[in-house]
């Protein structure tokens, strides 16, 4: 278990230097999510130390999880028919999108290949049963990073110096309570983690 920030461990995952996958991104959010985005990366490592994960991956997926937050639905769809994803995507939208369909753009754009990180961009959104301790950690970063305010999220905070786990149970239990309310679509995949990740 890698626990501490390793910085060769970066340039062999990323073929940039921190300053310009900053900068990349800043050209593709608005401040407000930019500034967000930072504040995951940090949030992100600060988990992985706690739980002895990769600090390193945990920093590039949190910094990047948001990195397609902005672009065009056409373009999503556009990419949803290029890498030939499932056609049931076509029924939702940017909530969903900018997750499962935007980790293509980390790919594609930044040259990021590695497996572990695209996967916990792209699960972000909607979840998995299997989620890896890396998987949750960007997933819960997201939710309870300092600048959220919302109702509920220091319920999540204190969830999350019980575990992670935990963390990810009332995340879920949360986020599909909300959605519920808002009666909005709720894509299966986020069901099946709640069946499995949160319930006792
Ligand atoms: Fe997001
Ligand atoms: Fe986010």
């Known amino acids: 278990m890698a626990s501490d920030y390793d910085p060769q461990l970066f340039q062999e995952l990323v073929p940039h230097t921190h300053e310009e996958v900053v900068a990349a991104l800043k050209e593709h959010l608005g401040d407000y999510r930019f500034q967000h985005c930072l504040r995951v990366e940090k949030q992100a490592m600060t988990i992985a130390e706690t739980v002895g994960a990769d600090v390193t991956r945990a920093g590039i997926a949190g910094l990047l999880h948001d990195y397609a937050k902005e672009r065009t639905d ?30 293509y753009f980390v790919e594609q754009e930044l040259g990021i290949h590695d497996e572990p990180i695209l996967q916990a961009i792209g699960r972000h959104t909607i979840g998995d049963p299997q989620m890896t301790t890396l998987d ?14 919302f109702p509920g999220v220091e319920d999540a905070r204190a969830a999350l110096a019980i575990g992670l786990d935990q963390a990810v149970a009332k995340e879920l239990q949360e986020t599909i309570l909300h959605l519920v309310q808002k009666q909005n679509k709720i894509y299966p995949t986020t069901f099946a983690t709640y069946n499995e990740l949160g319930t006792n």
């Open 74 to 103: 056409e373009e999503f769809q556009v990419m949803i028919t290029a890498q030939h994803l499932s056609a049931d995507l076509l029924d939702y939208g940017n909530a969903i999108w900018h997750g499962v369909v935007g980790r």
């Open 136 to 149: 949750k950690i960007v997933f819960v970063a997201d939710y309870v990073e300092p600048g959220r305010d």
